[in-house]
Nanobody, 119 residues
């Protein structure tokens, strides 16, 4: 079992930057693939970015060029650096982990989320 705890959310003005973090209990095969998802009120959860244990990354079109996913294995922490934020980025941001790299949001382990509000 993997525990994921997000932090770093908050309120920011449009055009600003924010970094959210996800601390996981331990680096195991269960965290081979990790990702950030978000869900805005009234909308479906969508993938934002993903990274595997070898450092391979993937981004949603909406995140490409603005967001960067990274990991610090020494700190057991996953990051999402978000720049040039717009009100459309307002959502609850979730960290997820899985032994494989599933499509969509079929990740096995999820955090509780951290709210990001852009005004």
């Amino acid at each position: 079992h993997v525990q994921l705890v997000e932090s770093g959310g908050g309120s920011v003005q449009a055009g600003g930057s924010l970094r959210v973090s996800c601390t996981f209990s331990r680096r195991t095969y269960s965290t081979h693939c990790m990702g950030w998802f978000r869900q805005a009120p009234g909308k479906e959860r969508e993938g934002v970015a993903a990274i595997d244990s070898r450092g391979g990354t993937a981004y949603a079109d909406s995140a490409t060029g603005r967001f960067t996913i990274s990991q610090d294995n020494a700190k057991n922490t996953l990051y999402l650096q978000m720049n040039s934020l717009t009100p459309e980025d307002t959502a609850m941001y979730y960290c997820a982990a899985d032994p494989d790299c599933p499509t969509g949001d079929l990740y096995r382990y999820w955090g509780q989320g951290t709210q990001v509000t852009v005004s």
